[in-house]
């Protein structure tokens, strides 16, 4: 199921780079309070990042667009922007487009998601 799924990322990320083009240098997915997510592929278009949600925040961190989220196992994430707290939870198998921006969240439970940095 992961590798179906792993390959499913990969080519919506790719016709989503045909869409999108920024030109841009792009670089891995990073956290303050927490090590840097593995990078289970990249090359001159993607980054590909795996990782746990983590119930302890992230630590204010920005997210540079140009990103896709796959969730592979369900959770419940509280974001903190602009002072204000807002749950959402995410099913397995969700798609969802980061744009830019800036904030910190942690997760109310443990779930795992992949993220796809298009270059």
């Known amino acids: ?3 179906k799924l792993f ?3 990969i ?3 790719l016709i989503n780079l045909a869409v999108t083009a920024y030109g841009q240098e792009e670089e891995a997915q990073s956290y303050p309070n927490l090590p840097p997510p593995p990078v289970l592929l990249e090359n001159e278009k993607v980054i590909v990042q795996g990782m746990p949600t983590v119930t302890s925040w992230t630590g204010a961190h920005s997210h540079q667009g140009d990103q896709l989220a796959v969730v592979l196992e369900p959770f419940t994430m509280v974001y903190l922007e602009n002072g204000e ?3 959402v939870s995410y099913s397995s198998g969700e798609v ?3 744009d830019q921006i ?3 969240h942690r997760a109310l439970d443990v779930g795992r998601i992949v993220i796809v940095t298009i270059k």
């Open 1 to 3: 199921m992961y590798h």
């Open 7 to 9: 390959f499913n990322i």
């Open 11 to 13: 080519i919506i990320a």
């Open 85 to 87: 707290e807002k749950e």
């Open 96 to 98: 969802f487009w980061i």
């Open 102 to 104: 800036e904030h910190d």
